[in-house]
């Protein structure tokens, strides 16, 4: 068990550019999560997977956010002309969902995103 | 309306005492589960421990507890003999699962533990 990897683990952009983010989930787990974190608060749920289909959207999720999940494997979360406000740290997990509620999200270590 | 509170911005305490870190959350679902995670200055997001809505008995995962009071809504985490390696932020979490699958966190609380 790798744990949950995320790549970059920094990314630093112009406003306007395109970025995206990589997760790779623990490789028997069918659930991946999206989180956004700013400074001094707790995570934001973004958008969820269970296998290759998304499940639920955040109104967080701008139409400028796609996240896929091709194949049920890894994911990628793609911001499109980026603003300033998209500064944050983006934070992915994956959980082996039983249908219980205590089965735990496990994260990776995050990418922090700084649009200058 | 604010479904996860952690009242304390910051806590310290001192090696090898004991901490409570506080938590109240508010739902109408009668299922739903309550989590604490750890995160180190590090970024990683630490699962602690978890309670659910219907375990008759607290929580309990080596030095962390979970003081469940159901009828008042709150879930605090018990750190015992705290060790300089809990200094972290502790975020609580609360996972209602009627119609979606997601964690919503508090702001956390920062505890500094000192020698």
């Known amino acids: 068990d790798t744990g949950v990897s995320q790549n970059p683990r920094h990314k630093i952009t112009k406003r306007g550019q395109n970025v995206t983010f990589r997760c790779d989930p623990i490789s028997e787990h069918n659930r991946l999560y999206w989180y956004r974190q700013t400074l001094g608060q707790g995570p934001e749920f973004l958008t969820y997977f269970q296998n290759e289909a998304q499940l639920e959207k955040s109104r967080l999720l701008s139409d400028r956010f796609s996240a896929e999940r091709p194949k049920g494997s890894f994911s990628t979360l793609e911001i499109q002309r980026t603003e300033q406000g998209d500064s944050a740290m983006y934070l992915c997990?994956?959980?082996?969902?039983?249908?219980?509620?205590?089965?735990?999200?496990?994260f990776g270590n995050g990418t922090r995103l700084t649009v200058t | 309306a604010q479904k996860i509170t952690q009242t304390q911005p910051g806590m310290f305490v001192q090696e090898k005492e004991a901490v409570t870190l506080d938590c109240t959350y508010d739902t109408s679902d009668p299922s739903y589960g309550l989590f604490w995670y750890k995160q180190p200055s590090s970024g990683e997001m630490i699962f602690l421990i978890y309670q659910g809505s219907y375990d008759q008995q607290n929580a309990t995962e080596g030095r962390y507890s979970l003081n469940f009071q159901k009828a008042r809504k709150s879930a605090n985490l018990v750190i015992s003999a705290s060790q300089l390696g809990d200094s972290a932020m502790y975020f609580c979490a609360m996972r209602e699962l009627r119609n979606t699958d997601k964690l919503i966190f508090g702001t956390g609380t920062r505890l500094q533990v000192f020698p």
């Open positions: 997990a994956s959980s082996l969902w039983d249908k219980s509620y205590n089965s735990p999200l496990h």
